[in-house]
């Protein structure tokens, strides 16, 4: 069965601050993972993805993040965030099927 | 230049009453999608339709029921609305050849 974990439910950071949410999978096959952002009242927005290759990806507003199967994991990263940051940050897994898994989300709160 | 739309942006209804959203999507994709995200932000599919022929039903109750007129559009109509039923539902799309899945503004449903 697919599944996807986000440990970290609630984080708050001072702004220029290094950010790093934890994903993690579970999943046997071939994994497309994904980091879409939800911002207050918003719809979500993609954020960057991996499907193969560089197992290192950048995506936009300076975030990115790595991919290790060893690890089963997919960490998005920031090294210097900024109080428009806040939001919902949810990973995602596209396996075999079409549909999208998604974890429980983390809420970052930025202070500025 | 809307790439996916929704319709009405909140909807609130009493029990018992039925209601649809409308979904469309001007990026030429094949597949679409409908996600309940609950009161605690979790995101789960529902549906799914690819060339509008119905590929994933996960388990939701058969008070919904989507309905898809051409590949642009997908809307879902609920029958005898529950207090559980109050969500935010979000259209995706994704094209034929790629995984990512991008999303609609959402549909704030509040059943009384």
């Known amino acids: 069965a697919q599944s996807v974990s986000q440990h970290n439910h609630h984080v708050i950071l001072s702004e220029a601050a290094s950010l790093e949410l934890g994903c993690n999978y579970s999943?046997?096959?071939?994994?497309?993972l994904f980091w879409y952002v939800q911002y207050p009242g918003q719809h979500l927005q993609l954020l960057l993805k991996?499907?193969?290759?560089?197992?290192l990806v950048k995506g936009i507003k300076g975030f990115e993040a790595e991919f290790i199967k060893s690890k089963f994991s997919f960490n998005l990263r920031k090294p210097s965030v900024q109080w428009s940051d806040t939001a919902e940050y949810f990973c995602a897994l596209g396996g075999a099927t079409n549909k999208l898994i998604f974890g429980t989300g983390t809420l970052l709160a930025v202070q500025p | 230049d809307t790439a996916v739309s929704q319709t009405p942006k909140y909807l609130v209804t009493q029990m018992g009453n039925d209601k649809s959203i409308k979904c469309e999507q001007n990026l030429g994709h094949d597949t679409m999608y409908w996600y309940k995200q609950d009161s605690k932000k979790f995101l789960k599919i529902m549906f799914s339709?690819?060339?509008?022929?119905?590929?994933i039903n996960e388990t939701v109750p058969n008070r919904f029921s989507p309905k898809s007129p051409d590949k642009a559009h997908l809307n879902l109509h609920i029958n005898s609305l529950e207090l559980g039923d109050s969500a935010v539902y979000f259209c995706?799309?994704?094209?034929?050849?790629?995984?990512?899945?991008?999303f609609g503004p959402g549909t704030r449903l509040t059943v009384l």
């Open positions: 339709y690819n060339n509008k022929e119905l590929i």
């Open positions: 991996y499907f193969s290759g560089d197992p």
């Open positions: 999943y046997g096959g071939t994994v497309n």
């Open positions: 995706a799309s994704s094209p034929a050849s790629d995984p990512t899945q991008y």
